[in-house]
């Protein structure tokens, strides 16, 4: 088929990366990481020289700066994309840091797709890149390294991203981290499966159990490890619990050490430069959409906004969910495959494979920039299965900010596409009332039990008889209260609240 020129096409992938273990170890820093990456990127459109040619760069926020007033340890530089971009060779005229979130790397094909086809750019570099594991590493043996670096020229840096993302009232109640909240959506999951602690944690390794096979033939996985489902549901040692219900194993891996990039341009550039038509890849559909906060979800066993823009890019590009051949479904948590996989109907099981790259807890969850890795390994197998189509979901904060692209080698004519109607749908979902400074019984939502601190402390998210929601937590002093919830599930339960002065509600016991 001939497509317009404007056609918007990747052309080139690469990744880069080090283990603290391996004999070749450098210790890179993140922007020796990125450029790393980024000259594969270059290099695998098998034409040389193409660095002068890039007119934009956008770069993914690392985890050490995602926030107000993060510092990174050994520093970092001031204007990230255009350190990279010197490294290389590039002087873009357009340099970008992306907002924070995992959603990033596919929002920015999103967005880039649209912006070549109409024009606005001719040749895009997306990078990003970790270096978690070496900073943890190298404080750990007292060095320390100088990665501050001051460059000149143009940024428009797009912020963090914050807003809407997570309420006071939930944060106050001792839900604030991913991991905390991500545990309340699991748990809440469980309940509305009727399923016990024991037997959903196998269903949580039966789902993870094939990732890291995956994860064990992949030369950039932090964790080649594989493990059995058994392996990944017992709590031991080396598989401590974090929040209830997800033993250690079962979280995104921030220990890695990984840059990734990805290099577009359009049919009419691509081939004025001579880049052959096996590298090209299209992007045939696509949808850009933001959840509601956790406590306005009516149910938070599911996000149905991330599920409606996998459908929306699949409408897009005109095809069904049994045309794809290729799946990566971001994996920071169990609960985010299960979402995807209930909303579309997709078994957790399925032949096809979830991951193309090991998920974030094998392969590595580098920050906000997993999914550049997942874009790069789902080009290179849609490159080898000529007429394959490849659908990508990539998630940012709470199950709050969801991007879907759909890949083909297959040539077709670029489809805009505008997420804007469907985000519409999403803010206009009702929420559930919020009780606030609560007191009385109400009975059990969901919880989790966090063990990060110095004992054991019980968030709970419940129902008061009026149906308001209610946010409550066990007191830091309140062994018996926690410990009845490690005792005996606190699912379906009613417990007793009791708000405090300062509004925040104490579960003083349980009612049943």
Not at 38 to 50: F, N, P, S
Not at 420 to 449: H, R
């Amino acid at each position: 088929m001939t497509v317009p020129d404007n056609t918007p096409i990747i052309i080139g992938v690469g990744e880069a990366s080090e283990r603290i273990d391996a004999p070749d170890y450098q210790a890179l820093s993140p922007v020796a990481l990125a450029a790393r990456a980024a000259e594969a990127a270059l290099a695998d459109t098998g034409v040389a020289g193409l660095a002068g040619k890039v007119d934009v760069i956008a770069a993914i926020r690392q985890f050490e700066v995602s926030g107000p007033g993060a510092q990174a340890p050994f520093g970092a530089s001031n204007n990230f994309p255009r350190s990279v971009a010197k490294r290389i060779g590039a002087d873009p005229a357009r340099a970008i840091w992306e907002v924070v979130g995992g959603q990033g790397p596919q929002h920015l094909v999103n967005e880039f797709a649209h912006a070549i086809a109409a024009g606005e750019m001719e040749m895009a570099l997306m990078v990003g890149s970790e270096a978690i594991s070496t900073v943890r590493h190298l404080a750990g043996k007292g060095e320390t390294r100088d990665w501050k670096e001051e460059v000149e020229g143009q940024l428009e840096d797009r912020g963090y991203g914050m807003d809407g993302l997570l309420t006071r009232d939930l944060a106050g109640h001792g839900a604030r981290t991913p991991i905390q909240v991500y545990a309340l959506f699991e748990n809440a999951r469980r309940a509305r499966l009727g399923k016990d602690r024991a037997s959903y944690a196998l269903d949580m390794g039966r789902l993870f159990a094939p990732f890291t096979e995956v994860a064990h033939e992949n030369p950039h996985a932090m964790s080649q490890q594989v493990f059995t489902p058994e392996e990944l549901a017992t709590v031991t040692g080396p598989n401590r619990l974090t929040s209830d219900p997800f033993p250690r194993r079962m979280v995104a891996r921030d220990q890695a050490n990984q840059g990734a990039a990805v290099l577009m341009t359009s049919v009419g550039r691509a081939r004025a430069l001579g880049i052959p038509e096996d590298r090209w890849i299209y992007l045939w559909g696509g949808a850009d959409v933001k959840e509601r906060t956790p406590v306005e979800r009516q149910d938070l066993s599911r996000s149905p906004a991330s599920v409606a823009a996998m459908k929306r890019a699949l409408d897009v590009a005109g095809v069904s969910l049994a045309d794809i051949d290729v799946f990566d479904l971001y994996s920071c948590f169990p609960i985010a495959v299960f979402n995807i996989c209930d909303g579309l109907g997709l078994a957790p099981d399925d032949p096809r494979g979830l991951t193309v790259t090991g998920g974030l807890p094998f392969f590595g969850g580098a920050g906000n920039n997993y999914s550049m890795h997942a874009i790069a390994e789902l080009i290179r197998r849609l490159r080898d299965r000529p007429g394959a189509l490849g659908l990508l979901g990539a998630n940012g904060g709470f199950l709050s900010k969801y991007s879907v692209g759909v890949y083909a080698s297959k040539p077709r004519p670029f489809s805009a596409f505008d997420s804007a109607p469907l985000q519409a749908e999403v803010n206009a979902w009702p929420a559930p009332p919020l009780a606030g400074a609560y007191t009385g019984e109400a009975a059990v939502e969901t919880y989790t039990i966090d063990y990060s601190g110095p004992a054991p402390r019980g968030t709970v998210v419940a129902r008061a008889p009026s149906g308001d929601r209610v946010l409550a937590m066990t007191a830091a002093d309140d062994a018996a209260v926690v410990g009845e919830m490690i005792a005996k599930d606190p699912l379906g339960r009613r417990i007793q609240a009791a708000a405090g002065e300062d509004g925040r509600v104490t579960i003083t016991g349980f009612a049943d």
